[in-house]
């Protein structure tokens, strides 16, 4: 059964850094982008970083230049460096991976989420 398993979570003062882990559990064919997605109170989920296995990385314009997503393919986890955090990025942040299977099909995995509050 695979399972995508978040840590590090918590409550940082405005202005500070938290950083985000997560592993994928379980067997898999390929994996073939990891990420982090965020959803607030009364909002919808939205998307934070994503790194496919090549390395190509994509964020959201409101986290760039603060944000680094990191993946090591070896061990299927992937890290979320957040910098300089606003009071607008408290969220829950949920981790997120694209496998395929041996027949190069598509399916989604969304870890339980983590919470992150930032206090101003």
């Known amino acids: 059964q695979v399972q995508l398993v978040e840590s590090g979570g918590g409550l940082v003062q405005a202005g500070g850094p938290l950083r985000l882990s997560c592993v994928l559990s379980g067997s898999v064919f390929g994996i073939r982008a990891m990420g982090w997605y965020r959803q607030a109170p009364g909002n919808q989920r939205g998307l934070v970083a994503t790194?496919?296995?090549?390395?190509?990385?994509n964020y959201a314009e409101s986290v760039k230049g603060r944000f680094t997503i990191s993946r090591d393919n070896a061990k299927n986890t992937v890290d979320l460096q957040m910098n300089s955090l606003k009071p607008e990025g408290t969220a829950v942040h949920c981790c997120?991976?694209?496998?395929?299977?041996?027949?190069?099909?598509?399916?989604?995995?969304w870890g339980q989420g983590t919470q992150v509050t930032v206090s101003s």
């Open positions: 997120w991976a694209e496998t395929i299977d041996r027949y190069f099909r598509h399916r989604d995995y």
């Open positions: 790194i496919t296995r090549g390395g190509t990385t």
